[in-house]
């Protein structure tokens, strides 16, 4: 998904960091690669992970744990729905931020909010679900990754990259063993 373009686009970037810039560095206003990390990494890493929360809702027991964890995390997806139409301005911390700007800090920061809660939420739910033993555990990692890298997300911060990746990878790592689990699975009974 997002972690090619972000990859590639960082290493032709020049004086690029992954340790102390944001991801979106990448794809802001007038970066070299902004087109292609906006078209070719934020936008289907968003709809792919807006379609997983659908297809894992339909998939997962109902309950109410459940429905707001995916909502969560349709919300995190959203954010990178946000970030591929409004990008943010050149450096992503400008002393006068554009409306883009604005719209795209708003964005991602509402994903990022919530992303600890529904990975905590969804693993201490899958306890209750067959073999999930193992996704249980790792929910409960990433959920406390992603606590660190968003406590720890500060513009100011010289490894704001590091945060941030950390967070990202934690949503991403453990959305995959969920996609992995529904479909070994079909449709969770219980």
Known sequence: ???????????????YSHVSQFISELG??????????????FLPAGLLMLAFSFLAYIALPRSRQVTLSLAGLALYASGYLVASAFPCDLGCRPSAPSTSQLIHNAGGMVGYLVAPAFLFALARK?????????????GYVASAVALVGLLTLSPSSDVVGISQRALEAAVLAWVAMLSVYVARRGAVVG
């Open 1 to 15: 998904m997002t972690v090619i373009p972000v990859i590639v686009a960082g290493a032709l970037t020049p004086n």
């Open 28 to 41: 802001a206003t007038g970066a070299p690669y902004e087109w292609w990390v906006r078209l070719a990494g």
């Open 126 to 138: 899958a306890r209750s679900w067959p073999g999930a033993g193992r996704l249980v555990v790792a």
